[in-house]
Nanobody, 115 residues
Framework: QVRLVESGGGLVQPGGSLRLSCVAS????????MNWYRQSPGKQRELVAN???????NYVDSVKDRFTISRDNVRTTMYLHMNNLTPDDTAVYYC?????????WGRGTQVTVSS
């Protein structure tokens, strides 16, 4: 069974930083492209960033130069380092990958940016 578990969310002031983690199990982690999505109330879920098995990275324009995605294949963990956070970054952040014929999602971790 493929399982993804996110952590690291919380309440942070504008301009602050957080690091999200996603621990994967049930897959040969190093072979998979891993993705971070987010969803704010009333908005569609959007791709924030992803990282391929070869460590190629892609970001949505709104987070470029502020967020960094990384992975540790030994710990089967993906990270999202978020800097200079703004209220627009408030959302539930989800880890996801396509494995065994389906898109697998974690339960998400809430990030709230507010003063």
């Amino acid at each position: 069974q493929v399982r993804l578990v996110e952590s690291g969310g919380g309440l942070v002031q504008p301009g602050g930083s957080l690091r999200l983690s996603c621990v994967a199990s049930g897959i040969n982690f190093k072979l998979y492209t891993m993705n971070w999505y987010r969803q704010s109330p009333g908005k569609q879920r959007e791709l924030v960033a992803n990282i391929t098995s070869e460590h190629n990275r892609n970001y949505v324009d709104s987070v470029k130069d502020r967020f960094t995605i990384s992975r540790d294949n030994v710990r089967t963990t993906m990270y999202l380092h978020m800097n200079n956070l703004t209220p627009d970054d408030t959302a539930v952040y989800y880890c996801t990958t396509y494995a065994r014929g389906s898109q697998v999602w974690g339960r998400g971790t809430q990030v709230t940016v507010s003063s």
